[in-house]
Structures are given as structure tokens and as C-alpha cells.
């Protein structure tokens, strides 16, 4: 059974930085790629970054470009969103997602991990 | 940027048909999902490739591209069933788009 459980969320000041970190269980972590979602609290999901199976392509929304960096280590299956320059707007929960295809990306998330606050605020 | 577009909310009684839209230009061209999510829950994929059930949905829960607008219908609707529901494409851009969403309220 797929689980994906994510940590590191909290309270960050604005301009401060934050990681976040999913892990996976249940399948085989390199053979998918995965992707960040957020959705600010009651509001819509947000889609912010994607990487490939192999961490060799990355995509960002323009939202984030340049200020979230997504990686891999797929010896400890683990994803991980290193966050920097963040702002109030950026206060949301936070999920990593799989994508359901094998090795190429589609347009469908088929796992969603638990989801986990962060808030950005002084 | 691509854009997908949905009603705020839609309602509907028990046991009746309801179908939930979901617009963006050329939308036929894409691959559409649906995500149901329920208050305090992760997403649930619901519908994936415009028309397939995962494994698990239950088969009142159907879906169709065609044009500019994709539907996902839910027939013999359950109090259940009440949520929140998202469409979701994959724009050429290479960025994954979610429409703003609809809740489904079950009178």
C-alpha cells in the first residue's frame, strides 16, 4: 500500500526559509515522478513543482520559480522541497503527490500524502 | 497561463444525477482528472485520462472531454458524496493546472 508521509511544516517569519520532506512507502520510489501542491486554507490546490523520476527534469510554477527548489534521494525514498524567501501569501497546507504514470509525467496525481501547514508570519 | 474554470457550487438531492463542468480552451486536446476532497482530507483521485475510474471509485462517478469543457458526473448521488471537487489538466507549458473548484452540496 502506497503511503507518502510528509514533515517540516511550522511557523516561518517571512523572508525565512523552511524544508519539507515526504516519504515514501509501498512502491518503487524511482520508477515516478512526484509533485508539490498546496492549497492556502480555504481556497483551491495550487500546483507548484514536479520532478522526474529520475530528478533529472524539474518544472515550476512561476509562483515559486526561483525561490523552492525540489530533490529526490531515491536510496531513502524521500522527496524534499527546500522553501526560501517566503512570503505571507505562501501560509498554506502542503502535499506531495505521485504521479501516476510509470517514468512519464501525466495529468493525474494517483497518491496525495496527508498534508502538512505552513505559516508564514511575523 | 492555462486556465480551468468551474461553478463555486453546485447542489443536488439525493439519488438524482448531477454534473459538474469544468472550461478551458480546446480542453478536448488535454487529458482532464478529477480530485474529490472532503473537509480536513488529502485530494482523492477520482477520474483520470477524461473518462477512467481508479481502482475503488465507485461507478457513479463517470467523466467526458469534449470541446472546451470536461464533466464529471456523479448518478444516484449520496449524502457521501458531499465534497469538494477539482479538474486538472497538463498544460504544454509543462505546468500542472487545477480548476478553482466546486462544492457539491447533497440537499
Known amino acids: 500500500q502506497v503511503q507518502l508521509v510528509e514533515s517540516g511544516g511550522g511557523v516561518v517569519q517571512p523572508g525565512g526559509s523552511l524544508r519539507l520532506s515526504c516519504e515514501a512507502s509501498g512502491l518503487q520510489f524511482n520508477k515516478f515522478g512526484f509533485h508539490w501542491v498546496r492549497q492556502a486554507p480555504g481556497k483551491g490546490l495550487e500546483w507548484l513543482t514536479y520532478?522526474?523520476?529520475?530528478?533529472?527534469?524539474?518544472d515550476y510554477a512561476a509562483s515559486v520559480q526561483g525561490r523552492f527548489t525540489v530533490s529526490r534521494d531515491n536510496a531513502k525514498n524521500i522527496l524534499l522541497l527546500e522553501m526560501s524567501s517566503l512570503r505571507p501569501e505562501d501560509t498554506a497546507f502542503y502535499y506531495c503527490a505521485k504521479d501516476y504514470g510509470l517514468v512519464a509525467a501525466t495529468p493525474a496525481f494517483d497518491y496525495w500524502g496527508q498534508g502538512m501547514l505552513v505559516t508564514v508570519s511575523s | 497561463s492555462y486556465e480551468l474554470t468551474q461553478p463555486p457550487s453546485v447542489s443536488v438531492s439525493p439519488g438524482q444525477t448531477v454534473s459538474i463542468p469544468c472550461s478551458g480552451d480546446?480542453?478536448?486536446?488535454?487529458?482532464v482528472a478529477w480530485y474529490s476532497q472532503k473537509p480536513g482530507q488529502s485530494p482523492v483521485l477520482i477520474i483520470y485520462e477524461d473518462t477512467k475510474r481508479p481502482t475503488g471509485i465507485p461507478a457513479r462517478f463517470s467523466g467526458s472531454n469534449s470541446g472546451n469543457t470536461a464533466t464529471l458526473t456523479i448518478t444516484g448521488t449520496q449524502a457521501v458524496d458531499e465534497a469538494d471537487f477539482f479538474c486538472?489538466?497538463?498544460?504544454?507549458?509543462?505546468?500542472?493546472?487545477f480548476g478553482g473548484g466546486t462544492k457539491l452540496t447533497v440537499l
Open positions: 480546446k480542453l478536448v486536446d488535454k487529458y
Open positions: 486538472q489538466t497538463w498544460d504544454s507549458s509543462n505546468e500542472w493546472v
Open positions: 520532478i522526474r523520476h529520475d530528478g533529472g527534469r524539474k
